[in-house]
């Protein structure tokens, strides 16, 4: 699996059965009103650790192969450019390398998350 970046950005996976219970809370609770919250998964992952974790519940492995993201880009940019068909944008590639984790501490106080 081409992995643009090398897939060491951390993410923050969060179930959407648990999405879905900080929703309701956030709803039912006075001290949420007008409050945002960050909600991911208990702790950062890598996309890497990501895409393991997610082969080794198929029963499958992962073989990864980073390529760097600066030409990952250029090449969706390039597909785009010319009308063929690319199934991501390149905003999305850049934003591999982004960090997705977040502090989850203000929900797990106030929302029981």
Known sequence: MPVPGGGQTPQQPVHVEDLV??????LERPQASRREYDVGG????????????????????????????????GA?????AMRLPSPVRGEQVLRLAESKAVDIGPARCDLDY
């Open 76 to 80: 969706v940019v390039a597909l785009r």
């Open 42 to 73: 208990p702790e950062p992952l890598s996309l890497r650790e990501l895409i393991d974790q997610s082969a080794r519940a198929l029963g499958r492995r992962a073989w990864v192969l980073p390529i760097p993201l600066g030409p990952s880009h």
């Open 21 to 26: 219970q900080a929703i309701l809370a956030a």
